[in-house]
């Protein structure tokens, strides 16, 4: 199975913060990559896929880069409503894996 | 609005059996891959299965090979899971999600299954 390794677990960032999230696949996946967006007690909220392919509806603050092993997710200017956990998923081959997750918390 | 309901979570015995369902809507159902996903409490996702549009392929992470089966039927734009033989390490939040192929871009809102004696 592809390990998907998420950096850092949890960041804390104040509103209008730039923030960027690392997520490292264990071998090439191309760029069969989606981010995932849960807030508690809600499913998760599918924000990228292809890795840089922004989903209809999610602002344009939300940004994904990378191919291969190595991707990034960005929010350019921290918004209230984005404090949130977030996951990345490799799409590259089945069983489809998940980061561990990175906490966005107000600091 | 695409809408995805799940059901049939709930209580079960280590050994138990459930069957967990999801009403689909909003979509032309029998045109998309569909799957479970599972999250244990205060943990992070797991991709337990996922079925092709007209059922003829179907995947399942080790874990639960040989005791989940995933199923659809288009005529009634449901997805279901059976689970048998449920050990503690089952018990998560089991989400439906539209999508299978790649990622999934809807999901219900989940149904909680808990093993305990």
């Known amino acids: 199975d592809i390990q998907m390794t998420q950096s850092p677990s949890s960041v804390s960032a104040s509103v209008g913060d730039r923030v960027t999230i690392t997520c490292r696949a264990s071998?090439?996946?191309?760029?069969?990559l989606a981010w995932y967006q849960q807030k508690p007690g809600k499913a998760p909220k599918l924000l990228i896929s292809a890795a840089s392919s922004l989903q209809s509806g999610v602002p344009s603050r939300f940004s994904g880069s990378g191919s291969g092993t190595d991707f990034t997710l960005t929010i350019s200017s921290l918004q209230p409503e984005d404090f949130a956990t977030y996951y990345c998923q490799q799409a590259n081959s089945f069983p489809f894996t998940f980061g561990g997750g990175t906490k966005v918390e107000i600091k | 609005e695409v809408q995805l309901v799940e059901s049939g979570g709930g209580l079960v015995q280590p050994g138990g059996s459930l069957r967990l369902s999801c009403a689909a809507s909003g979509f032309t159902f029998s045109t998309y891959w569909m799957s479970w996903v599972r999250q244990a409490p205060g943990k992070g996702l797991e991709w337990v299965a996922n079925?092709?549009?007209?059922?003829?392929?179907?995947n399942y992470v080790d874990s639960v090979k040989g005791r989940f089966t995933i199923s659809r039927d288009n005529a009634k734009n449901s997805l279901n899971l059976q689970v048998n033989s449920l050990r503690a390490e089952d018990t998560a939040v089991y989400y439906c999600?539209?999508?299978?192929?790649?990622?999934?871009?809807?999901w219900g809102q989940g149904t909680l299954v808990t093993v305990s004696s």
């Open positions: 079925i092709k549009q007209d059922g003829s392929d179907k």
């Open positions: 999600a539209r999508g299978g192929s790649y990622w999934a871009d809807y």
């Open positions: 071998q090439g996946i191309s760029s069969w």
